[in-house]
C-alpha cells in the first residue's frame, strides 16, 4: 500500500488548508487512517485518525479547528485545517491499517506564518 499526502503549503496565520491522503496498491478497504506531524522541533504528534466506520478523534491541541474525514471508495482522507497557528508549522504524514499492517506516507509541510 502506497500514501500520498498532498495539500501542505505556507498559509497566514488564521488561514485553512486541506490536506489529501490516497491509497494505492489495494483494492481492500483501508482499516483506521490517521494524520501525524512533526514539528520543527522534531516533536511528534497523532493529530486526527478515523475508523472505517467513520468515527473520529482528535488531538486537544486541534479539536474544534481540525476535521478528519474519509472517501472509503477512494481509499483517501483528508485532513480540513481550519484557524491555523504559527504552532501547527511541521510536516504532515498520513498513516492507514490494513489488517495487521500499518502504512506511512511521505509528509507534506505546513508552514503557518505571516
Known amino acids: 500500500v502506497q500514501l500520498q499526502a498532498s495539500g501542505g503549503g505556507l498559509v497566514q496565520p488564521g488561514g485553512s488548508l486541506r490536506l489529501s491522503c490516497a491509497a494505492s496498491?489495494?483494492?481492500?478497504?483501508?482499516?483506521?487512517m490517521a494524520w501525524h506531524r512533526q514539528t520543527p522541533g522534531n516533536q511528534r504528534e497523532q493529530v486526527a485518525i478515523i475508523t472505517g466506520g467513520g468515527s473520529t478523534n482528535y488531538a486537544g491541541s486541534v479539536k474544534g479547528r481540525f476535521t478528519i474525514s474519509r472517501d472509503n471508495a477512494k481509499n483517501t482522507a483528508y485532513l480540513q485545517m481550519n484557524s491555523l497557528k504559527p504552532e501547527d508549522t511541521a510536516v504532515y504524514y498520513c498513516t492507514a491499517r490494513l489488517g495487521i499492517s500499518e502504512y506511512w506516507g511521505r509528509g507534506t509541510l505546513v508552514t503557518v506564518s505571516s
Open positions: 496498491g489495494t483494492r481492500f478497504r483501508l482499516n483506521t
